[in-house]
């Protein structure tokens, strides 16, 4: 399995210029790799808001990905299981009581949309 991730700014599900090159060379690599069995896309946001919201955007965060990989050929095998779990699987532990510019530069590794690749081997 190769993994990858992707990162948002807060409260945002736009793809960054260093999001695009990372899912440019995902594309590549699922593309030139006749063994790729699955991809999955699972999305997530940080614990700032609420966890509505935070579903809502870590569903956008995993669409936006899937809909750019396809976009870039990604049609097949492959395409693509899509999964997103709002703020429910941080990646961080940051202090409670952090004034919330340090919160939010703290928490930027929740939100990420992460992909997970698998070959037959």
Sequence with gaps: TNRSAVYFAFGSSALTAKAKRVLRAVAKEIKAN???SSVRIAGYADRVGS?????????????????????????????????WFGDSVPATSCKAGLPKAELVSCLQPDRRVEIEVDAAR
């Design 34 to 36: 006749p063994a790729v």
């Design 51 to 83: 966890a509505m919201a935070n579903e809502k955007l870590s569903k956008r965060r995993a669409d936006r990905v899937r809909r750019y990989l396809m976009a870039k050929g990604v049609v097949n095998a492959q395409v693509v299981e899509t999964r």
